[in-house]
């Protein structure tokens, strides 16, 4: 079965600083990669995927993530953080099997201090 | 809205009650999933439906069941609520291989 890892649990930031969260997966299939943010109070909602094609994937709000298929990997980032950043962040992994079956990293709380 | 309900929203409940959340979608997407979040776990797969009564287990599908008797509604129900399920149950859907998975507003459960 295939996993997700997120390896910072609560990152704190500056408003203007950049940003890079972690994501790792294992599964040796063919998959599909999202990230997902969840502002406070509030239900999960898609900032970016991958399917194919390029592995730098550009999402909404100035996010983007980079697909190493080597490294196993799907990292988030963004230049230059705002106040309004500030959420859970969430790496999935998808896999198309028989159940296309969604698994979730254990997500990334970011704090941007203004 | 992304064409995904739940209900109810917010539900207390006694231990050893059964309990059935509901979530229900407008789009006719094919799959179907229940997750709980619970602070330092992410969310964490319970169920899944890839079609009408074809259900499957996720990591944590222990104390919890499924049904799927119509594309459009996707149960889940607790047999006998214990506290250790407490948390915020989050529905979603996806329509096809490779698409993204939508999400409902979530139900905060309770289990006293």
């Known amino acids: 079965a295939q996993s997700v890892s997120q390896h910072n649990h609560h990152v704190i930031l500056s408003e203007a600083a950049s940003l890079e969260l972690g994501c790792n997966y294992s599964y040796g299939g063919t998959v599909n990669l999202f990230w997902y943010v969840q502002y406070p109070g509030q239900h999960l909602q898609l900032l970016l995927k991958y399917f194919s094609g390029d592995p730098l994937v550009k999402g909404i709000k100035g996010f983007e993530a980079e697909f190493i298929k080597s490294k196993f990997s799907f990292n988030l980032r963004k230049p230059s953080v705002q106040w309004s950043d500030t959420a859970e962040y969430f790496c999935a992994v998808n896999v198309n099997n028989a159940g296309n079956m969604l698994t979730f990293g254990g997500g990334t709380r970011l704090m941007v201090k203004p | 809205d992304a064409g995904i309900t739940q209900s109810p929203r917010h539900k207390v409940t006694e231990t050893g009650t059964p309990v059935t959340l509901r979530c229900h979608q407008t789009?006719?997407?094919?799959?179907m999933y229940w997750y709980r979040q619970d602070p330092g776990h992410g969310l964490r797969l319970i169920h899944y439906?890839?079609?009408?009564?074809?259900?499957d287990k996720g990591e944590v599908s222990d104390g919890y069941s499924v049904s799927r008797s119509k594309t459009e509604d996707f149960l889940l129900t607790l047999e006998s609520a214990t506290s250790s399920q407490t948390s915020v149950y989050f529905c979603a859907k996806k329509d096809r291989e490779n698409t993204e998975a939508f999400f409902g507003q979530g139900t905060r459960l309770t289990v006293v």
């Open positions: 439906s890839y079609g009408v009564k074809d259900t």
């Open positions: 789009e006719n997407h094919r799959y």
